[in-house]
């Protein structure tokens, strides 16, 4: 059951009701060891970073930056940080200098937490051009602080300034005068177009965001929730902040490239994920499918095919399935099933919530055969997370993203564009009255940029509608749906498709290394580097044939006529991805020019 409180105290409130029940299950920096801490620890870590933030004198609402990946110190600033009303502004581990000298500068903050020596090197490398920037705490103590620093110290030193509580009378009476009006975060969005906006999001958004997700999302007091995306992405900020409201246990997955081996080592029930994720979970079991016996290729293909009826074509349309499906169901379930998900590390698995870009159908078909509860949404930063999601143990149809939650008014507008009102949607961008005035209409509405239709109760997304393609024979191309049918391939990493004002669609992939240089060598392909791989005619003739196997859903004008494959990744470096992970078309348009008009030379 949901503690119903202000975010300033939610883990004093918890520890009031939890003591010493495990609350966090985490690595230190650099360790293979887990560790736990319960709620009483927890909420007297959260009140130490109180007195701490002032004892370093931080005001009401003043911005405090923390630039670090996922660790227990960050939730220890961000609820210590709330505890004395101020506002905490997350970074991506991985932004840039530039990014992080606007963003300090636009936010004038003063103190700034960091994790690791990467985090630390680029604050230290900007702190000389943020003229507001006063103090960076270091979360990890392996951290090499340069000589010359003497702006820089270790949280562990930070915390001893609020060892005893001090300052907790003060603390106790900014208890009492937190407003659900008062900011709680303002999260930069890079965005696909480079430009960088604060989102404002208040505390009575937070509220407004958990009681409609009470309504709908079923996580409590018995599960273990991963934390596998960046607390700095609103998924799973939100997610997070609103299932410790219920009482889970939290699993902090430091470094995201370790996740399945932390899922298999922890044993989450729960998890919020991108459908990225999911892909590369389907691609290594249809890997694994594919390398099988005759024999059991054709046992898990039936086994697939059960898993289909009874998930997708019963329960997932509200339908009984027939006593003999039931049956057969049951025998793959607790053999095979239990195994797949057993490798995953997930053996009681809950609900596994998923968004932030297109699914694709046959992963969202998989994951559900197997038994295991993807809940399919649809948010944004500017909404607090969820607008619209799939309820657990209700009919769904495969493709949408949900029905929408209750407190949200969804509405189709111009050009089929989502448009959205509610008390979880933001008051706007910080410092950006010349852009809230664009995004806000007339009737108060948010004008999302993501077009959709609804159908019955069920939202369903189309595409971004400054992403869509219109070629040079006048069709409209979605890249994003034709790239989610191709990312389920395993022998396709990356995919970026261009089609705009172009006269038919074409492609940019990069290939699975892994996976293609262990193809090339069973089939005596003779390659040096990647660049050989990427040039080979048998390796791309393979590759056209399987996107071809892909695309047989699509309209003759959307299927991908050229290719041409990458010996290098897409780079939040090369300015070609965001720090989501979601591609900059412009960039990749000009970094690839001429790859891009090869393909489109006559032959």
């Known amino acids: ?63 405090v930056g923390v630039f670090s990946q996922n660790a227990i110190y960050s939730l220890f600033t961000d609820f210590g940080a709330f505890g004395i009303r101020a506002v905490t502004i997350p970074f991506y581990a991985t932004s840039s200098e530039q990014q992080m000298q606007f963003v300090i500068t636009d936010a004038q903050i003063r103190l700034l937490f960091v994790g690791e020596q990467d985090q630390y090197d680029k604050a230290y490398r900007v702190l000389p051009l943020c003229p507001t920037l006063e103090r960076i705490v270091v979360f990890d103590n392996s951290v090499r602080i340069n000589n010359h620093d003497p702006n820089t110290i270790f949280f562990e030193d930070f915390i001893k300034l609020g060892e005893g509580l001090p300052r907790q009378p003060e603390v106790e009476k900014l208890y009492s005068q937190a407003s659900y009006d008062d900011i709680a975060n303002i999260l930069y969005t890079s965005g696909t177009t480079g430009d960088s906006k604060g989102v404002v999001l208040t505390y009575g958004q937070y509220e407004a965001a958990f009681e409609a997700n009470d309504k709908c999302v079923p996580v409590g007091e018995k599960d273990r929730v991963m934390n596998f995306l960046p607390y700095t992405h609103i998924f799973e900020r939100g997610w997070t902040f ?59 293909k039936r086994a697939l095919r059960v898993g289909r009826k009874y998930n997708i074509e019963c329960l997932a349309r509200g339908k009984r399935p027939s006593l003999a499906l039931a049956a057969q169901y049951t025998f793959f379930n607790k053999t095979l099933f239990k195994l797949i998900r057993q490798q995953l590390g997930l053996d009681k698995p809950n609900i596994f919530p998923t968004a932030g870009a297109t699914v694709s159908q046959k992963v969202e078909e998989f994951v559900h055969s197997i038994g295991i509860d993807m809940i399919v949404g649809y948010g944004l930063t500017e909404s607090l997370a969820t607008v619209s999601c799939n309820h657990k143990g209700k009919p769904f149809t495969v493709g949408s993203v949900g029905i929408p939650v209750h407190n949200i008014s969804v509405k189709i507008g111009e050009n089929n564009e989502i448009l959205l009102k509610g008390p979880t949607i933001t008051r706007g961008y910080y410092k950006r009255d010349d852009l809230n005035s664009q995004v806000f209409d007339a009737d108060g509405y948010f004008h999302t940029g993501d077009s959709g239709f609804i159908r019955g109760k069920e939202l369903f997304l189309t595409d971004r509608i400054k992403d869509l393609y219109k070629t040079s024979n006048g069709k409209y191309i979605a890249p994003q749906m ?11 990493e990356q995919i970026a498709v261009i089609a705009d004002q172009r006269k038919f669609v074409s492609a940019l992939i990069v290939p699975d290394f892994a996976i293609l240089e262990e193809y090339a060598r069973d089939n005596g392909i003779k390659f040096n580097t990647k660049e050989d791989l990427c040039k080979d005619r048998c390796i791309n003739k393979m590759i056209g044939e399987r996107i071809n196997m892909l695309q047989q859903g699509l309209a003759g004008y959307e299927t991908i006529k050229r290719f041409t494959l990458l010996p290098r990744h897409f780079s939040m470096e090369a300015g070609e991805l965001t720090n989501t992970l979601k591609i900059r078309r412009s960039v990749l348009l000009k970094n690839y020019a001429e790859q891009i008009d090869k393909m489109y030379e006559e032959e």
């Not at 998890?271 to 979970?281: D, H, Y």
């Not at 034709?482 to 396709?492: C, N, P, S, T």
């Open 1 to 63: 059951m949901r503690t119903k409180s202000h975010l300033s105290v939610l883990i004093n409130e918890q520890a009031r009701k939890y003591g010493e029940k495990t609350a966090l299950t985490y690595r230190d920096f650099g360790s293979l060891k887990w560790k736990t801490m319960s709620w009483n620890v927890f909420s007297q870590n959260v009140k130490k970073v109180s007195n701490a933030l002032l004892n370093l004198g931080i005001k009401v609402q003043e911005n």
């Open 482 to 492: 034709i790239e989610a049918k191709m990312l389920v391939d395993k022998f396709i």
């Open 242 to 300: 609103f299932a410790m409201g219920e009482g889970a246990e939290f699993i902090v997955n430091t470094y995201p490239h370790e996740i399945q081996q932390s899922m298999r080592e922890t044993r989450p029930t729960c998890m919020c994920s991108v459908p990225r994720f999911w892909e590369k979970v389907y691609a290594g079991v249809q890997a694994k499918i594919d390398k099988a016996s005759p024999a059991r290729k054709a046992l898990f």
